[in-house]
């Protein structure tokens, strides 16, 4: 993988992640400090495939793939460090989630991870989603860095 330059479009970001679609809730990162901060967003159209089933009359993204969508974030901002590029992260736990506003089709979810520790392939991170400034989700991440398979 090549020096990272900003902003991260999703090309550059599937480069950095697994992840596919459906599953891939990053769509650009506009902000990063290597191995402290990263700011992404994930733009939110009535076509995901989540709002079909999830009250399909009052459409609102689920709490969990909110976490996800900050864990992905979470993700590049660890594998982004020079010494874990190539490899993968996996979520070990999510904590003290508190949700404060529904995130609707039309939204523009901010994605905000603030890495809290990190040591020998473990971390801890503190995730804020937000729509225009306003939170919708924050708590904290767990997160384990390993070679891939």
């Known amino acids: 993988m090549s020096e990272l330059t900003l902003p991260l479009?999703?090309?550059?970001?599937?480069?950095?992640?697994?992840?596919?679609?459906p599953f891939l809730l990053v769509d650009r990162v506009i902000e990063m400090v290597e191995g402290q901060s990263i700011v992404a967003i994930k733009c939110l159209s009535v076509n995901e495939p989540f709002f079909q089933g999830h009250f399909p009359q009052l459409p609102v993204m689920p709490g969990v793939l909110q976490i996800e969508a900050l864990a992905q974030a979470g993700a590049i901002l660890g594998l982004s460090m020079a010494e874990n590029r190539g490899k993968i992260a996996y979520l070990?736990?999510?904590d003290e989630f508190?949700?404060?506003?529904?995130?609707?089709?039309?939204?523009?979810?901010?994605?905000t991870v603030t890495m809290e520790k990190y040591r020998r392939g473990f971390g801890?991170?503190?995730?804020?989603?937000s729509v225009n400034g306003e939170t919708s989700c924050e708590g904290m991440l767990g997160f384990a860095i390993a070679a891939a398979k």
């Open 124 to 129: 801890r991170a503190k995730g804020v989603a």
């Open 92 to 94: 070990t736990g999510a």
């Open 98 to 111: 508190k949700f404060r506003r529904p995130v609707v089709p039309g939204d523009v979810l901010t994605l």
């Open 9 to 21: 479009d999703v090309n550059a970001i599937r480069e950095i992640l697994p992840h596919r679609y």
